[in-house]
């Protein structure tokens, strides 16, 4: 699982010229999932995610975490996170992982994040989006759940 994470001021997502989700200070997360992830990668990247310190104290210095802002999420769906370019001009998406167990996933990561009362909103999985930011900074962090993992045990 990869997520590239941006601090925003505010985020949102429209279909149809339809605005579906949007959320205020927090972070945009744009999640990708790989094929052999599952569910294990879950909890210790919403862990890692609440509790990075990326938001500013009154020196410019990251100080405080998503959950000490009581700051929001947005989360989408990414699958060209793994697209692979290593040969010829268009990517390759065989690094993906199929649609209907990265849309699992995807709900469990929603499901999870509900549970732990966390302010989540989504946009609409496999479904043709504009996703509008605000990046906040700009800050982009990258999360990749096999190095995150690796560090844990």
């Known amino acids: ?22 959320i205020n200070e927090g972070y945009l997360l744009l999640i990708g999932f790989e094929r052999g992830d599952d569910s294990r990668f879950i909890n210790p990247m919403i862990d890692k995610i609440l509790k ?17 802002r009581k700051g929001e999420l947005l989360a989408i769906s990414q699958f060209t996170l793994f ?16 649609p209907e167990k990265a849309n699992t996933l995807y709900n469990e990561f929603f499901d999870a994040c509900i549970q732990r009362n966390i302010s989540i909103k989504g946009g609409v999985f496999g ?7 605000q990046n906040d900074g700009p800050v982009t962090i990258i999360l990749d759940s096999k190095e995150l993992l690796s ?3």
């Open 151 to 153: 560090s844990l045990y």
């Open 1 to 22: 699982m990869k997520i590239v994470l941006q601090r925003v001021c505010q985020a949102s997502v429209e279909i149809d010229n339809e605005v579906v989700s949007e």
């Open 127 to 133: 479904a043709y989006m504009q996703v509008h930011l």
């Open 83 to 98: 697209a692979d370019l290593k040969k010829g001009k268009k990517p390759s998406l065989s690094k993906a992982l199929d």
């Open 52 to 68: 990075i310190k990326l938001f500013p104290d009154s020196e410019g210095r990251f100080a405080y975490s998503l959950e000490e």
